[in-house]
């Protein structure tokens, strides 16, 4: 297993780029399921969850073609026929988001069977604003051996019908998934309270060049005239603001100099308000962002309270909280979006910091040294946090099951070695016994 060996307190200068939003790629690649001709996507990051897809889509009956050479961020993906509509237990285990396939996939041949998706390190993790929506839509859904099977009207063969959805509480995966199967559906959807993030935004985007009627993605709105077919179509993926922003806070952490180059600022409203507001300076440009810091030491303690889109991100969370340690002051982090998302606080506390948990609130007080260890990582953003952690710490950390962060940052050690991090990947770090 991969380990990361961090080499702590050297502060980044230089400029570093961001890649393909993970987020948004997974959607816009179930989207290509909506249609038999060819979906090219650029931008598209080289992250481990991709890979996933990619085999899901495979083993579905696909043609998917991930870029190499210069290409190497494209994917080229054709759904002639799909001789085998399921997603299969072995791939959603790994990759919650496959249950993404059920709204285009029983758009497109009126049956569906996708493993259910069990809890994961973050949390529960639930589908049932998916089904809910679908069964608005006349779909009818079974349960059979771990899996869920959903079928179109009349047994399969009749199209899903245009509802109107009123999620009961805002998803993000739930909004595309039923995005997608409106797209093909018999009339017009309403849905409402609907996920604003930048990733809605830009599925709806493919999808509309795919041929759909989609209006109002990116506001709590969102109304969708069914066609009876989508076509083809070339689109280039967002830059991902969850990578960026880990960059932001990893040159604000070490002191640095940080230009975090191809990003869209518009997608940062909570972070750059909460960063300036303890005192990192921002010079905000039409592409990139530059954080320039005198060290964490100097920055002041603010609280964070994650909320859905524009609110300060889940994602982000654990990323701040390492921030949170070396700042003058205490904070109080709340997360408001998954019930477990606190898994990196042992973590960090055991290289020095100074975390309490109470339920959903995380109490961190600043000004800890942070010291190096052997650390694990429990899931994608938890890694990150570490990582960070491990820039500003004292010595040489050993960050354990990198697969994690893997799944969504595309070769992060490189990315950050350029810049100035010692930071190195090693098979086994310690050998075999
Ligand atoms: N929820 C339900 N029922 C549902 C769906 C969601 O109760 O049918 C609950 C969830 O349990 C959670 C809340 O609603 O408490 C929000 O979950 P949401 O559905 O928005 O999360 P998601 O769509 O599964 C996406 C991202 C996550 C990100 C969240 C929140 C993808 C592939 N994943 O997950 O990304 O944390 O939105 O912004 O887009 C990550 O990249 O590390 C990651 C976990």
Known sequence: MDKFVVRGQNPLLGTIKVSGAKNSALPCMAAAILTENEVILENIPQVRDIETERKLLSS?????????????HRTRIKCGILSDPVAKYEIVKTMRASSLVLGPLIARTGIARVAMPGGCAIGDRPIDLHIKGLEAMGATIN??????EARSPNNGSGQLKGAHVVFDKITVTGTE??????????????????????????????????GAKIEGAGTGTIRIKGVSKLHGARHKINPDRIEAGTFLIAGAITGGDLNVDGLNPAHFGALIAK????????DLGADHIRVRSSGAANLEAADISTEEYPGFPTDMQAQYMALATQFEGTSVVTENIFEN??????????????????????????????????????????????????????GETILDRVYHIDRGYERIEEKLRGVGAQIRRMGDVFGKK
């Open 60 to 72: 579905m009956g696909a043609e998917v073609e991930l870029g190499y050479g210069r290409a190497q």
């Open 143 to 148: 349960y059979d051996h771990g899996y869920l």
């Open 177 to 210: 998934d039923l995005l997608m199967a409106a797209a093909l559906a018999d009339g017009e959807s309403l849905f409402e309270n609907c996920a604003r993030e930048p990733e809605v935004t830009d599925l709806a985007a493919l999808l509309n060049a795919m």
């Open 275 to 282: 960063l300036e507001e303890c005192g990192v300076k921002l």
């Open 341 to 394: 998302r606190f898994m990196h606080v042992g973590e960090l506390n055991r290289m020095g910091a100074n975390i309490t948990v109470q339920g959903r609130t995380a109490t961190v007080r600043g000004k800890t040294p942070l010291q190096s260890a052997a650390v694990m990582c429990s899931d994608l953003r938890a890694s990150a946090s570490l990582v960070l952690a491990a820039l500003v710490a004292d």
